[in-house]
């Protein structure tokens, strides 16, 4: 009777510390930038579907059934104790590796843009497994950089090189579609896990070498293909090729640009409306943000999303567990990195990589890999005192 009754205390302590033990101001900053994003998906598609006789709530209803989608996944990645995740992480670093092999077969993977990462699915949808891959990499290498056998304060050679092989089989295959704003994206996690596994300095240098060197034998020998490297090179130089690689940094500086201080407004965005920013719902949605909600209205997008980075680096600070604070450490890399990138290429301040802006952008897989980091983040939180 005593260890029935042991029981039932336990269980109602940890439903009350789930329900309890999240970070409502984590979560009221993803809600607001879910909620803007969704407006500025619309603002970005209305006006041209409309004018060309097209459905103008074609890309609202998707997105919204994408943030629907991608909250689910976010609540069900807090229902299992996620050092629990230890015993599922050979499945979910696999199952990762198969989609990526997967797009690569004909017939099977789409290609957009020069790149061939989509796996297209019924009713329109699609999935880019290399969303997927983040995921599976920092989990794998947290659980091998947190489970040690010796007494060292700092992971031995094995545990370094076994960290770096979970992560190579994957980034490989991601250059072979090519996708290197993901592989960037990938590097700063692994990288950033290591130093804060206590990893030596010299492989930390000696990793970020080696991704300078690998991005520049990539874009000579052909393995980045040709419109990738124009758009580098269009952001070296942004006034060579106006008309071609350079149309879409030179539109999108130009629409930021035209909203000033306060902005249009609203759906009110000429250089939106009139559709110059090509794609502008998905990598260069904060163009909308900067025409129509002008700087005011992008500090307050910044300021949400510097929020989440904030929250996230006081829950890996704070959390008891090597693990729980590694697999933090891995999604706020992959977050800051992903930002950056993102509003930085629409500034001309970074290449253009074709990486999607957090929360705001169009794009199912990039929303549900988002909203499973925002999951785990949780889950630590929620379970640190656990």
């Not at 609202?60 to 069900?76: D, E, M, P, S």
């Not at 794998?140 to 010796?150: A, Q, V, W």
């Amino acid at each position: 009777m005593s260890t029935f009754l042991n029981r039932s205390r336990y269980r109602r302590t940890r439903s009350h510390s789930f329900f309890s033990g999240f970070d409502p101001i984590l979560s009221a900053a993803v809600g607001g930038l879910l909620i803007i994003g969704t407006l500025l998906v619309y603002a970005a598609t209305r006006d041209w579907y409309s004018a060309n006789g097209l459905d103008p709530e074609y890309y609202l209803k998707r997105h919204v059934i994408n943030i629907v989608i991608g909250l689910a996944l976010a609540w069900g990645t807090t229902i299992i104790d996620y050092r629990l995740l230890r015993a599922y992480t050979p499945f979910i670093w696999g199952f990762g590796v198969l989609g990526l092999i997967l797009v690569l077969i004909p017939g099977v993977g789409s290609e957009i843009n020069g790149a061939k990462a989509w796996i297209r699915l019924p009713a329109g949808f699609q999935i880019q497994p290399a969303e997927i891959a983040k995921i599976s990499i920092i989990i794998g290498i947290s659980m091998l950089l947190s489970e040690r056998t010796h007494n060292s304060d700092e992971p031995s050679t094995n545990d370094i090189l076994k960290a770096l092989a979970v992560a190579a089989l994957p980034i490989l295959l991601i250059l072979r579609q090519p996708d290197m704003g993901t592989v960037f994206i990938i590097s700063a996690s692994v990288v950033t896990i290591l130093a804060v596994s206590g990893a030596p300095m010299k492989w930390i240098v000696g990793l970020i070498l080696l991704a300078i060197i690998g991005g520049f034998v990539a874009t000579k020998t052909g393995i980045v293909n040709d419109y990738q490297v124009k758009r580098l090179q269009s952001f070296v130089n942004p006034n060579a090729d106006t008309q071609g690689a350079g149309y879409q940094l030179r539109q999108a500086r130009i629409t930021v640009g035209s909203g000033g201080l306060i902005g249009t407004g609203l759906f009110n965005g000429p250089q939106t409306n009139g559709r110059f920013v090509p794609e502008q719902q998905t990598d260069f949605i904060f163009t909308v943000a900067g025409e129509e909600l002008g700087f005011v209205g992008c500090s307050v997008i910044i300021l949400l999303l510097l929020t989440i980075l904030m929250r996230a680096f006081g829950i890996a600070r704070r959390s008891t567990d090597p693990y729980g604070t590694l697999v933090c450490t891995g999604v706020i890399a992959w977050f800051a990195f992903q930002i950056f990138e993102n509003i930085g290429m629409t500034l001309g301040l970074m290449p253009m990589t074709g990486v999607p802006l957090p929360f705001l952008s169009y794009g199912g897989s990039s929303m549900f890999a988002n909203l499973i980091g925002i999951g785990l983040l949780q889950n630590v939180h929620a379970r640190q005192r656990g």
